[in-house]
């Protein structure tokens, strides 16, 4: 009984949060406010479903499953990923890079260095190296 | 020679531990096949992999693991509430940059990551000479406060990790 409260407890957040990423997903105004709804389903959303599942088969059908954690430690490791993707593109498609925060630092953000640029920096690197290379 | 052959000794750990939980049974054939496996990827993985990352401490890892998992519930909320009730008008997205201390590659990702599944904020872009990390927020008031925050309660613990 307290078993099953728990799992429908688990679902009814996960539903909710994945509602609410949908939601979000219509009604924030612009692409880069649009990627943080998505990161949030697939945390606490699917993160819910997901403990509800092994509540289940831990409980109910009496074996224990490791795809939980598995689901859960494939979806880390993605999810950042596409989201880093997305925002590149975006920075690609549709930003100036005045718009952005400067570095701090003496190079450019990397989607808006050319590739001139870092192969000329790059070269005059190697070029150094080489030379203490040879020096040492 | 054993370097030679197992390049990453902690990853062919984990490619083990997976295939076992992937088949969800441990038997013998299963292991064999893990650790083929486990030998195999990290030997054809090796060239894009060129260093070896250090990591300090268990512990610290663990507590860094929690903190993260509890910190995506908290902002899990905050961003549902932000979505649901405050106006677009009123949120106010920033860009931040966020001067790096850390200098490990795998550091660096481990922090943009965190940054990601943390509701709220997303890592965009790194500076070309990875020093800097730019980072959008969904609604922050107060820009140098999250900056503050994410320096001192994500990347100094990965600092005692990694370096």
């Given amino acids: 009984m307290i078993v099953d409260i728990l799992i429908a407890a688990c679902l009814v957040i996960s539903g909710i949060f994945g509602l609410v990423g949908s939601i979000g997903l219509i009604k924030l105004p612009d692409p880069m406010m649009r990627l943080h709804a998505p990161t949030k389903a697939t945390t606490l959303g699917v993160g819910g479903a997901l403990i509800a599942s092994m509540l289940y088969f831990h409980f109910v059908v009496g074996q224990f499953s490791f795809h939980e954690f598995m689901i859960v430690l494939f979806l880390f490791l993605t999810a950042p990923i596409t989201g880093h993707f997305i925002a590149k593109t975006h920075l690609h498609l549709g930003?100036?890079?005045?718009?952005?925060?400067?570095?701090?630092?003496?190079?450019?953000?990397?989607?808006?260095?050319?590739?001139?640029?870092?192969?000329?920096?790059?070269?005059?690197?190697?070029?150094?190296?080489?030379?203490?290379r040879k020096g040492g | 020679m054993l370097r030679r052959l197992l390049p990453h000794p902690l990853l062919t750990i984990l490619l083990i531990l997976v295939w076992q939980m992937l088949v969800n049974k441990v038997t013998p054939g299963n292991l064999?096949?893990?650790?083929?496996?486990?030998?195999?990827?990290?030997?054809i993985t090796a060239p894009y992999w060129p260093d070896i990352p250090r990591l300090r401490s268990l512990p610290r890892i663990v507590e860094y693991i929690v903190i993260v998992l509890w910190d995506i519930c908290v902002a899990n909320v905050q961003v549902a509430v932000i979505i649901l009730f405050k106006a677009n008008a009123n949120t106010r997205p920033a860009w931040v940059t966020i001067p790096l201390d850390l200098r490990t590659p795998e550091a660096i990702t481990v922090l943009a990551s965190t940054i990601t599944l943390t509701p709220g904020t997303v890592s965009s872009d790194l500076a070309a000479d990875g020093r800097s990390l730019l980072v959008h927020c969904l609604d922050a008031p107060d820009p140098d406060a999250v900056r503050d925050e994410i320096k001192a309660r994500y990347e100094r613990r990965l600092m005692e990790i990694f370096e």
């Fill in chain 2, 32 to 43: 064999v096949l893990g650790t083929i496996l486990g030998v195999l990827i990290p030997l």
């Fill in chain 1, 95 to 132: 930003h100036r890079p005045e718009d952005l925060p400067p570095t701090g630092t003496d190079r450019p953000w990397a989607s808006y260095e050319s590739d001139e640029a870092r192969a000329a920096i790059e070269a005059a690197a190697e070029a150094e190296a080489e030379a203490a």
